[in-house]
């Protein structure tokens, strides 16, 4: 049987006694009725991950003690997806969660032409990938950066394969076809109503090649979670 799996984001090195926080520590004891002796596995999302058992359960603080503790090698894929924030928040939680899943290594949320402004609520995206990085029995967390205008991204992008994905006329190569796996990597994806053709020319002109995703128009948040897979999966 799997020992359930929690996100603490201190692990010293040398970790030998750890408390798991308040919400962390009532998951523990309240819902999942784990005991003293009873074991369970930490990750701090930055490689690290740690078996260890319960040496006090307490749904405010629980004393665990480390049994083992490893340095686990980065298992995410060299993939960025850059895309757009969404009119409507929870689309974009969802994208956020199956991308964080299949292992991309960054999302960087643009801030376009057409894109409809939300509050960015970092924290709640912060838990999102989380829950995420140990459903998918991760230790290393998926990069969820600040919001960044398109226009000054694009120019700053240091990426050796680079991908921008829209729907105008013209030829679009087929990403499947293009994407070297092992090497550093990022694709952009647009609004709804796709990028300008301002925003394309830019991109074009910054090293990025116009993919396709398949013959269907997808949403946003669809077309982010495809380019994931065909870009992380073999």
Known sequence: MELPFFYLAEIPPAAKELVLPEETSKHVVSVLRMQDGDKLQLTNGQGTLVRAIIQKAHKKSCILNAIEVLQTADCRKPVTLAISLLKNPSRFEWMLEKATEIGVRAIIPLLCDRTERQHFRSERLRGIVISAMLQSKQAWMTEICEPVKFGEFVASVSHTQRYIAHCLPGSHSNLTEMHDHETDSIILIGPEGDFTESEIGAGMQNGFKAVSLGKNRLRTET????????????
Do not use: D, E
């Open 223 to 234: 077309a982010g979670v495809v380019a994931a897979a065909l870009m992380c999966i073999r």
